[in-house]
């Protein structure tokens, strides 16, 4: 046979051998550096970090020095050792250069070296590695198999977008090598140019879809991950592999059928690394997809019902299979399984799984209840899981399965969890107790005792909102104020520091019912005794201020209640009016002069507070709840009930923060605040904040107190300092009775979208009022988490007249809407500018955000 045809070259064999000869001569002369081993061992000998630095310093001015003599018999043993000097954290930078000069070597060893060192000490943002293309593109043009897996592993590491779009095509080339080693190679690498640089996609779709024909698992394995990348980046892509469903089916059937194979066996299951890929490309290419979904169900079954769940390796299978059938269209039966399978789950001793379980039937609760509704024991006993993340996501998965259906036996377990609970899960959970409780509720009575219960467990930790419920709840529900009181009567007497709200609430019924305490059956108090623990909190240290200005309001009113103890009242109420505290200070000051000249006015200002109607959101029955609106403003803050009731009522309570919001500065249109409280003033700021009409006067303080009707019919009393709440609510009930006009085809059009909440506005022109614009307001919330206390506000320039109607409520669920109307009244016919402002409660976070709108159509005011 003739030497030719093997490509033998007798000139190159001698120049090889002489250089080989000449290097072994070198190595012999000159003195070797220390091995990488040696290395390793000196710096593992330190004893300081001092020592260690000391080491590595000297090995690093050591390996300059050689980089300087271009001393190339020992690079590839000096760029190791400073490939690890660089892993423990030490700067090795200026050994980038040698890296290049070890790939451009013909032997495999530098290669290595070389490649190794690039992908570690270049990456796209150093103009260094642009010099490595010319050289990735020779060594994948290379006859070596393992030549051409280091510029594969190296292009995929460090490419930049201009090196993947000059390599693309010799990446796509080697992908239909006959080598499957090669091949997956390529395919990976592929994989990574395409995160880099999506466009070049379309590249490699011919040469993808030839890989699901693949045998060898390696290149099958990287080709399903290839094609999962392209469809979750591209629609079009999604329909092109939809075809390949029947190959991933049969590929994985087998993998299910298969036999022992020792090659791929992991503790008795057949690959189950590509399994996984499989499952999560099939879910990719079912969901929303009725036909993709309806040839997987068997194969999901199968695999659900004959995976070995004894290790560990099953039951990622099965969790993956899990989420494949929740995701897809799959039949009900499948996902009942499916649900079954996490509650397997729950049972498993790892921690982990049991973990995965809760996570994901949080996350599938929504889709089938009831199956999830047979774990409820299950979920119930995972609150008492020592470890806080498996307790956190049980308790978020148990307030997800309460329905009307189930609530006592859910809050019992619930009250139980929240009375043993660490500190940083009261707050939410007795939040969403409560939230739960006022939703599905049997009966008022109930509701109350679980008020009360969440009061005593909580304690400290209970949000503010808990406190304003169970007030608001009940002096709503008379009937059951003589049950109520004799309770929150021992929790006074036996008051501890640790339960302020719990005081709060006690503090405030009390000295609303307190002549309860005297009539009750079977409760022996007396005027003196409850007098004696008033004193008690007044005077404690323990007790915040916040409390003590609940039972510094609550003793006053029990002055109209218990007509004996009047001067003893009266002696402790006169004694805050030197206290340290500006508030308390402030109550005692104001609450002692109806005890002197304005004595007369005490038993009207401090009669019980009647009950407010209030429309409880989500289709839900009303519910009648009450709102501190008499004279006495300080009695007790509550802002919020009004709000949730009359927004406009709020707005004008809160009008000096909101006139400093929305005006603006140097916006003359936009209505400022004047140095006089003048009835002019009190008119435009009318306008500005809403809701009221300009016929309306501003009454003076002296006329006379006044009665309105309120919905459920029960008179209200306003006193002197209120008739702008008056006339606040006689608009609400003006606009709310008076006959619809006739209205054209409204304007439709997005005006604020920002962080889930969309506000759009529907425009429509009264054909009998042509100076009059009605505004229909929709907030949308676009999350999985609900928006509560929820108020919108807008204001415009004082040449218009603006007219906020109630919302339909202050809770916008998720994926849900609030609506509202706005009567906007033009006489000049000029163009309308608005501001807007928006508050809601997202998450536990309070968001506040205003905007401007300038784009309504000219066509509407003119």
């Given amino acids: 046979m003739n030497p030719s045809d093997h490509g033998f070259n007798p000139a190159f064999n001698m120049a090889a051998i002489k250089q080989v000869i000449n290097d072994a001569v070198e190595r012999v002369r000159a003195p070797s550096p220390m091995r990488l081993r040696d290395l390793i061992r000196q710096i593992r000998a330190a004893r300081t970090a001092a020592e260690e630095r000391a080491v590595i310093n000297k090995e690093c001015a050591y390996i300059r020095s050689t980089f300087r003599e271009e001393d190339s018999l020992w690079r590839c043993r000096n760029i190791a050792k400073l490939l690890y000097i660089h892993m423990l954290g030490y700067p090795a930078h200026f050994g980038q250069l040698e890296c290049l000069k070890l790939i451009a070597s013909s032997r495999f060893t530098d290669k290595r070296i070389g490649y190794l060192g690039a992908m570690l000490l270049l990456d796209e943002r150093q103009d260094v590695h642009l010099l490595i293309t010319n050289c990735l593109k020779n060594d994948l043009n290379s006859t070596t198999q393992f030549v051409v897996g280091l510029a594969l592993c190296t292009l995929g590491a460090i490419a930049s977008p201009e090196m993947s779009r000059d390599l693309a095509g010799e990446v796509e080339r080697l992908m239909k090598s006959p080598n499957a080693y090669v091949r997956k190679k390529a395919a990976l690498c592929a994989y990574r140019i395409i995160l880099k640089v999506p466009e070049l996609m379309e590249i490699f779709l011919p040469a993808t879809r030839s890989l699901l024909s693949e045998k060898n698992h390696g290149v099958l394995i990287t080709g399903v991950s290839l094609i999962t990348e392209m469809c979750e980046n591209s629609v079009d892509t999604l329909q092109h592999f939809k075809k390949l469903v029947p190959n991933l089916l049969r590929h994985l059937k087998n993998l299910i059928l298969a036999g022992y194979s020792p090659e791929h066996d992991v503790s008795g299951i057949s690959d189950p690394f590509l399994q996984v890929k499989i499952l999560r490309l099939l879910r990719i290419l079912g969901k929303n997809d009725v036909e993709a979904s309806e040839a997987m169900n068997d194969i999901l079954a199968q695999v659900a019902t004959n995976t070995e769940t004894s290790k560990n390796v099953g039951n990622t299978i099965l969790y993956e299979t899990v989420l494949s059938i929740m995701d897809i269209r799959s039949e009900s039966g499948l996902r009942v399984l499916a649900i079954n399978i996490l509650g397997r789950f729950l049972v498993n001793n790892d921690k982990n799984i049991r973990y995965v379980a809760l996570n994901t039937l949080l996350k599938t609760v929504h889709v089938d209840t009831s199956a999830v509704q047979r774990h409820r024991t299950t979920i119930l006993e995972c609150l008492k899981d020592p470890d806080v993340s498996i307790r956190r996501r049980a308790l978020e998965l148990s307030f997800a399965l309460i329905n009307s259906g189930n609530i006592r036996t859910m809050m019992k377990e619930l009250l139980n969890f929240l ?150 009242i009266r002696e402790l109420i006169e004694s805050f009016g030197s206290h340290v505290q500006m508030e308390l200070q402030q109550r005692g000051v104001e609450y002692g002069q109806l005890f002197g000249k304005f004595s007369h006015l005490r038993n009207a200002l401090l009669e019980r507070m009647p009950p407010l109607e209030i429309q409880k959101n989500n289709g839900n029955t009303s519910q009648n709840g009450s709102h501190e609106l008499d004279s006495e403003e300080d009695l007790i803050d509550s802002n919020s009930s009004v709000r949730n009731t009359f927004p406009q009522i709020h707005d004008k309570m809160s009008e000096n923060a909101l006139l400093v919001l929305l005006g603006g500065e140097g916006d003359n249109e936009i209505l400022e605040p004047l140095p006089k409280p003048t009835t002019d003033t009190n008119q435009d700021l009318l306008d500005l904040l809403g809701g009221l009409d300009s016929s309306y006067d501003i009454i003076s303080d002296k006329k006379p107190a006044a009665e309105i009707k309120v919905s459920n019919d029960s008179t209200l009393s306003l006193q002197n300092n209120n008739n702008n709440i008056l006339n606040a609510i006689n608009s609400v009930n003006d606009y709310l009775t008076e006959p619809p006009l006739p209205l054209v085809q409204p304007q439709e059009s997005t005006v604020y979208e920002k962080d889930g909440l969309r506000i759009d506005f529907a425009l429509q022109k009264v054909p009998d009022s042509p100076n009059t614009t009605i505004v229909n307001v929709a907030a949308y919330n676009t999350t999985s988490t609900p928006f509560t206390e929820f108020i919108f506000q807008a204001a415009v320039p004082r040449t218009f007249q603006l007219q906020l109607m109630p919302p339909s409520g202050t809770v916008i669920a998720d994926n849900g809407v609030i609506t509202q109307v706005l009567k906007v009244t033009t006489p000049n016919k000029c163009a309308l500018r608005m501001r807007i402002r928006v508050s809601y409660n997202c998450g536990g976070a309070t968001v506040t955000d205003q905007a401007e709108i300038n784009n309504f159509p000219s066509e509407i005011w003119q």
């Fill in 419 to 568: 009375e043993r609970a660490d500190p940083e899960f009261k707050e939410m959970a007795s939040s969403r107790i409560v939230l739960a409780a006022e939703k599905h509720a049997p009966n008022i009575k109930w509701h109350l005792d679980t008020l009360l219960s969440v009061l005593v467990a909580a304690g400290n930790y209970v949000r503010d909102d808990v406190v304003s419920c169970t007030i608001q709840l009940l002096v709503a529900n008379p009937s059951q104020q003589e049950y109520m009181v004799p309770q929150l009567w021992s929790a006074l007497e036996s008051d501890s520091a640790d339960r302020q709200p719990l005081t709060q609430v006690a503090t405030w019924c009390i000295g609303e019912f307190g002549d309860l305490l005297l009539t009750t059956s079977g409760l022996k108090v007396s005027e003196a005794e409850v007098l004696a623990v008033y004193q008690r909190l007044l005077f404690s240290p323990q007790n915040t201020p916040i409390t003590k200005q609940y039972a510094l309001t609550s003793l006053t009113k029990l002055s109209t209640r218990f007509p004996t103890e009047t001067s003893k």
